[in-house]
Structure formats: C-alpha cells, structure tokens
C-alpha cells in the first residue's frame, strides 16, 4: 500500500495501459524483496524472539502486494482486450467505409453519363432555337425594309444592316 501511494496516478487510459507492465515489474521486484526480507527475518527470529510482531506485519504488506499484483494483471488484461476490440472496430468501420465508396462511384457512373447526354441534347436545342430566332429576325428586318420602302415611294433609303445580337460568330456550331 505504501509503494502505490509513492507513484503518482497516471491522466489517462492509455498512459495507464502502458505503465501497467512497470508497475507490475515494480510489484514483482517489491515481492520479491519482502519475501527475502521475511526469510532472513524467520533466520533472525530464532535468535529475537521479539521480532515476531514485525514478521507478521511484513508477511500482511506481502500478501497485500500480491493481490495488487492481480488486480494489475486483470486490469492489464481486461484492457489489452478493449484494445483488441477497439481496434476490430475501426477495420470494420474502414472496410464499410471502403466498401460504401464502391458502391456510390458505381452508382453515379450511369448518372453523370446521363447529365452528359442531356447536356449534349440540350446544346441542340439551343442552337436550332437561335437559328429559328435569327430566320425570324432577318424576315422581320426584311419585311420592315419592305414596308418602309414600299410606303414612301420614290427613294428608298438605304437602312443599315441589323446588328449581330448572336453569342458566336456566325457559321459556328455550338
């Protein structure tokens, strides 16, 4: 009891974990001193009898030093377990987390070929709608042309060409 209270209590878990091996070797080595302090105690016994009291108390601080030795030994154990499961359980969660990236990169393949498709389709569109739109705008222009010309008789004006409201040069596919 006296040599657990000189060391100091570890923070955390883990630096418990890891001085558990020392303390046992500690414990070990202290055991072991006692019982040879206790065989040379039994020698000197049968010279003093009077030291008697002090081979008891020396044999309690002994058994005492044993039974935390095994609680050390369990604690030690029951955590290299936890250890062992904890560890079990990130490989398992790294395999499911692997396993869940296959499957989304899988599943979006035909999606994201999908958008592809759509936007291609869409570019279509989109071009046959501003050669519509510019059929129409030229006729329009034509037939003000027309209008203005045929109205006023005589001379015609010569009226600027519309301008060019297209995003692309003319002749450019999209």
């Known amino acids: 009891a006296a040599v657990a209270a000189e060391r100091p209590a570890a923070a955390t878990v883990p630096e418990a ?5 020392t303390a046992l070797g500690a414990l070990r080595e202290d055991q072991e001193r006692l ?6 105690l039994r020698e000197a016994l049968t010279v003093d009898p009077g030291v008697g009291p002090a081979l008891e108390a020396l044999r309690e601080e002994a058994a005492d030093l044993a039974a935390s030795r095994a609680r050390l030994a369990g604690a030690l154990a029951a955590q290299e377990e936890r250890r062992a499961e904890g560890e079990q359980d990130i490989r398992q969660g790294l395999e499911a987390v692997r396993d869940l990236r296959k499957t989304v990169v899988l599943d979006l393949q035909p999606v994201l070929a999908g958008l592809d498709h759509t936007e291609v389709k869409m570019a279509r569109v ?6 519509k739109l510019e059929v129409q705008h030229l006729e329009v222009i034509s037939l003000m042309q027309n209008l203005c010309g045929a109205g006023f008789g005589a001379k015609r004006k010569a009226v600027p060409p519309a301008p060019d409201f297209r995003p692309w040069p003319a002749g450019r596919k999209v």
């Not at 019982?35 to 040379?40: G, K, R």
């Not at 989109?126 to 050669?131: A, S």
């Open 126 to 131: 989109c071009e046959q709608l501003m050669t």
């Open 35 to 40: 019982l040879e302090a206790v065989s040379s």
């Open 17 to 21: 974990v890891a001085g558990l091996p």
